[in-house]
């Protein structure tokens, strides 16, 4: 189960709130907001795959269900962090709309889709954003909105 929470972050791009929110937000999601998390059963080691089993093994994963956009929308990270539309089988920022529709956006700045993750891309988009106004934090360096020439005094 905990293996399907695996988010890509960019711990370069990513500041250490965003990343502990998304883990924490993934971690819930795992449990079925059902009390908590529940702890990883030890991994026993096994015999090799037969090739029935991995055939059977393919079989499966085309027939499970695949994410969509719509459930990727639905989705807690979607509102949050804009991952809002489906990639791969998994949700991941689509455009700079999925973006900017995010609390993310208007806290942090991340308001534009790069990578399939968002970022802050511009001055532009820290400009409006929570982090600018409270802390000065103005200027779009390498993803995150930063201090920078153009930061207030204060």
């Keep these: 189960m905990f293996e399907r929470c695996a988010l890509r972050l960019a711990p370069s791009r990513r500041g250490l709130l965003h990343g502990v929110a998304t883990g924490f937000i993934a971690l819930c999601a795992a449990c079925g907001g ?30 499970s ?60 988009d820290c400009a409006d954003a929570d982090v600018c106004r409270r802390s000065g934090r103005c200027s779009a360096i390498e993803g995150i909105c930063s201090r920078g020439n153009d930061a207030p005094a204060g």
């Design 34 to 63: 059902k009390g908590g998390a529940q702890p990883p059963v030890a991994a026993t080691p096994s015999a090799p795959m037969t090739s029935a089993e991995a055939e059977a093994d393919a079989r499966e994963d085309e027939m």
């Design 65 to 124: 269900p695949r994410r969509t956009d719509e459930a990727c929308a639905a989705e807690p990270l979607c509102g949050l962090s804009g991952l809002c539309t489906a990639a791969r089988d998994e949700c991941v920022a689509g455009s700079d709309e999925d973006c900017r529709a995010s609390k993310q956006c208007t806290t942090d700045g991340a308001c534009s889709a790069v990578d399939e993750q968002c970022e802050a891309r511009t001055d532009a």
